[in-house]
T-cell receptor, first 112, second 116 residues
Framework: GDSVTQMEGPVTLSEEAFLTINCTYT??????LFWYVQYPGEGLQLLLK?????DKGSNKGFEATYRKETTSFHLEKGSVQVSDSAVYFC???????????FGAGTRLAVHP | GAVVSQHPSRVICKSGTSVKIECRSL??????MFWYRQFPKQSLMLMAT?????????EQGVEKDKFLINHASLTLSTLTVTSAHPEDSSFYIC????????????FGQGTRLTVV
């Protein structure tokens, strides 16, 4: 079945460092891909998404490109802030009613 | 974006009692909602799909009689954890897509359930 694999965390960075969180997927057909962020004690918020190959999703300085050839959707940010500390989830949807399949999540800790 | 409200955000209950969690779409109608469970430091696992006006669809391994789902209206789905036990303690979160063709799901704030 469909699945999402994320790099294991935690990831610890200094403020203004470059961030990459790897995400690869296995799916039949052409899924939509998402990154969600979960701040401590809160629910999930959509960070960015891409619905077809070569699409680039971007938001709040974060970017991810839908790479069909490598089945990847890596999350990047050029300069992280302390406020970016959270858990990041990569997810895919086969379309229709948005039944999402999540990766295990990657905890990011950014220190001053 | 659309807003999904989940209530309560935290609940502590005694073993053997039942707890109801509500999930509301505030500014749109949702014929389908999803319920997830998240164990500490783990990912979200889909429990069931809540369908307005019909029975919920449960994922494999999820006890239907344990986790009762009712989708009574186009804006409200409820999850009732019946005869709760400490192992049911978890973070429960709902989501709702806005419209059939929209690929984005909006999440509630989640409910932290602690069974003592």
């Amino acid at each position: 079945g469909d699945s999402v694999t994320q790099m294991e965390g935690p990831v610890t960075l200094s403020e203004e460092a470059f961030l990459t969180i790897n995400c690869t997927y296995t799916a039949t057909g052409y899924p939509s891909l998402f990154w969600y962020v979960q701040y401590p004690g809160e629910g999930l918020q959509l960070l960015l998404k891409a619905t077809k190959a070569d699409d680039k999703g971007s938001n709040k300085g974060f970017e991810a490109t839908y790479r069909k050839e490598t089945t990847s959707f890596h999350l990047e940010k050029g300069s992280v802030q302390v406020s970016d500390s959270a858990v990041y989830f990569c997810a895919l949807s086969g379309g229709g009613y948005n039944k999402l399949i999540f990766g295990a999540g990657t905890r990011l800790a950014v220190h001053p | 974006g659309a807003v999904v409200s989940q209530h309560p955000s935290r609940v502590i209950c005694k073993s053997g009692t039942s707890v109801k969690i509500e999930c509301r779409s505030l500014d749109f109608q949702a014929t389908t909602m999803f319920w997830y469970r998240q164990f500490p430091k783990q990912s979200l696992m889909l429990m069931a799909t809540s369908n307005e006006g019909s029975k919920a669809t449960y994922e494999q391994g999820v006890e239907k009689d344990k986790f009762l789902i009712n989708h009574a209206s186009l804006t409200l789905s409820t999850l009732t954890v019946t005869s709760a036990h400490p192992e049911d303690s978890s973070f429960y979160i709902c989501s709702a897509p806005e419209g059939q063709k929209n690929t984005e799901a909006f999440f509630g704030q989640g409910t932290r359930l602690t069974v003592v």
